[in-house]
């Protein structure tokens, strides 16, 4: 007989963009848009009409800081009609030796789905390998899938389909930026990079992209980059994974790939898309950040929207 753990079906994952087809993820988007339209002027703490995920337990696991993840997935639990719990590394047994997988299993007993948030990617695949739940990736260093659901969803809101449009990048070609191609390849826009060599995305994605109906550009300076776009996209030079002792060589190597009103201006009536945190006078200058195309609070907003459709999604329930 097996194990009363063992699941009859394996869990539906949440892991990476790569692993949805093109109608796995516009349906999120979707369902992303439908439940924050249905909710539209509620007050925050009020549940959603249909609370579908009413009776579930979301863990949430943090070995790295969050603001925007952390607030994002508990809200839409809470309105969802679900609970949460909040593991940070530091003060469970993990922090003291214990293994991924053995926690894993632990928290399948205890939640009807779990949220990690970790450094190495491979964490995350030992912690989805052992879990009998369903496992959203909250950021690796590898990935950052949700955070692309809130920037596509607040692309649409703003500029309307994003099939043929560009959308271009700046400086680190870090877990955003390898989300973001992902979802170029799928849903059929353009991703512009201009990335330094060196800090480059990883020669499996690009390959991974390179049959998919989007197109990844390699552009050589960044203003080739924002030629056209409908969007213009960076994030911080030094993210929570790298070693903070690259942050002077990082900084020389991404200087000149800072978001200016001069770049913004050769795009296509462009927006500003950011994940947050931003660091003005680093990546993206306050004028532009600050100023009237920046979108980065709605982006922020919609991580809550998109979370609920990831949830929903994770454990195939109606909503
Ligand atoms: N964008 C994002 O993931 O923010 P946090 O690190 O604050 O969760
Ligand atoms: N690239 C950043 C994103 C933070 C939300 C990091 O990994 O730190």
Known sequence: MAPATSSAM????????????????????????????ARAGKPKGAADAD??????????VFDKPSTRTRLSFDLAMRQLGGQTMLLNHADTQLGRGESIEDTARVMSR?????????????????????SDVPVINGLTAFSHPCQILADLMTF????????????????????????????AALLGFEFALAVPDAFMLPDEVLAWAADKPGKITRCDTP???ADGAAALVTDCWVSMSDDPETAQKRATAFAPYQVTQELMARG????????????????????VI??????????????????????IYCLGIDG
Request: charged content about 25%; some cysteine; glycine content about 8%.
């Open 110 to 130: 205890f939640c009807d789905i779990v949220m990690l948030r970790t450094g190495p990617h491979e964490n995350l695949l030992a912690y989805a390998d052992g």
């Open 156 to 183: 649409e809101e703003h500029k309307g389909a994003l099939a043929g449009q560009r959308i271009a990048w700046f400086g680190d070609g870090n877990n955003v930026a390898i989300s973001l191609a992902q979802a």
């Open 10 to 37: 394996t869990p539906r994952h949440f892991l990476d963009l790569s692993d949805l087809t093109p109608a796995d993820l516009r349906g999120l988007l979707d369902r992303a848009h439908a439940r924050k339209a």
């Open 223 to 225: 203003q080739a980059a």
């Open 268 to 287: 296509d009536d462009a927006i500003f898309l950011h994940c947050l945190p931003a660091y003005r006078g680093n990546e993206v200058t306050a004028d």
């Open 290 to 311: 600050d100023g009237p195309k920046s979108v980065v609070f709605d982006e922020a907003e919609n991580r809550c929207h998109a979370q609920k459709a990831v949830l």
């Open 51 to 60: 609370q579908p995920l009413n009776g579930h337990m979301l863990g949430m």
